[in-house]
């Protein structure tokens, strides 16, 4: 399981560069990052290497942050791929509450990262089926 920092920011101009520079200019590394928008508000979701000190940091600022436990998992960079590791976890009768691909630096492959109901769960059954999870 990794730990992913959710950053709720205003909908405004500039605002993800504000996020980014306080964070970098922290130290802290982003690893991984998606946005997602609605009419006032967006979530930002990161996984960075010090996610505890980034939440602290960020709250401190004003922003409302939170941490979950989220699955990554690496999966072939090739047609299909997601569709198989989607159909695994369909086994499993959970439901994905998200899920965004991304890269993995150490690997240089894909990597999917989920957000899922009974996660330990969908974890065990994703490497019993072969799978490389994070």
Do not use: H, W
């Not at 009419?39 to 930002?44: K, L, N, S, T």
């Not at 996610?51 to 436990?69: F, Q, R, V, W």
């Amino acid at each position: 399981m990794i730990d992913q920092l959710s950053v709720y920011a205003e909908n405004t101009r500039g605002a993800m560069l504000k996020v980014s520079k306080a964070i970098s200019d922290s130290g802290i590394d982003i690893l991984n990052v998606v946005t997602n928008d609605s009419a006032e508000f967006g979530i930002v979701r990161m996984i960075v290497d010090e996610p505890e000190k980034a939440e602290t940091m960020l709250a401190s600022m004003g922003y409302m942050c939170k941490i979950d436990k989220v699955i990554g998992v690496e999966i072939p960079d090739e047609v299909g791929s997601l569709t198989a590791l989607l159909d695994v976890v369909n086994t499993c009768k959970m439901i994905i509450d998200y899920i965004f691909v991304s890269y993995s630096r150490d690997t240089k492959t894909p990597l999917a990262i989920m957000k899922v109901t009974e996660a330990k769960e969908v974890e065990t059954k994703l490497r019993d089926n072969g799978y490389k999870t994070l």
